[in-house]
């Protein structure tokens, strides 16, 4: 009974992974694609290897906008877009319908810090110095909001380290 309980499980959860990656993999493809400026932390963690922790600059904005809500929250604030795709708050999302340049992001309120898709970017040991001069984070957004980092970005817009072999993806 066990074993046939493991042998129609397995392909469900299976399953379950493969759209999940699908989901992923169409997001960087047909994402519109989002410049969200950083304010780098700490970039090394002893157990999990390099990283760079990562903070949002416009993040103090929208903790100021929640008035008092420090715990747990979870919304979407809508940015404008500038011609370089790089977003800057206009507010908290009240429903308003979006105007041109402008897109609903999807965020996280978790021990008083602001969250977009995560918050860090993993990279290669011995390569933080690439990633050093990270200015922005390049995020695929869906039209729901929901984001995906995709790659770490200079002042001159450019994609850092390993991922530069995916310049081809269009600003």
Not at 46 to 75: H, P, S, V, W
Not at 80 to 97: E, F, I, M, N, P
Not at 132 to 161: I, M, S, W
């Amino acid at each position: 009974m066990r074993k046939w309980l493991i042998l129609l499980c397995a392909p469900l959860i299976l399953a379950v992974v493969n759209l999940a990656i699908w989901q992923n993999e169409r997001l960087v493809k047909q994402g519109e694609t989002v410049l969200l400026e950083l304010v780098p932390v700490d970039p090394r963690s002893l157990m999990q290897g390099d990283y760079m922790a990562l903070r949002f600059a416009m993040a103090d904005a929208i903790r100021q906008q929640l008035k008092g809500n420090n715990e747990r929250f979870t919304g979407q604030v809508i940015v404008q877009l500038d011609a370089d795709k790089r977003a800057s708050l206009v507010g908290l999302d009240t429903g308003a319908t979006l105007e041109q340049g402008q897109l609903r992001l999807q965020f996280r309120l978790r021990n008083n810090q602001i969250k977009f898709a995560t918050n860090a970017f993993f990279f290669q040991e011995g390569t933080g110095s690439v990633y050093q001069q990270a200015k922005y984070g390049l995020f695929r957004v869906n039209p729901e909001g929901q984001l995906l980092l995709t790659h770490l970005v200079d002042a001159e817009l450019q994609t850092l380290g390993q991922a530069k072999q995916l310049q081809s993806a269009k600003l």
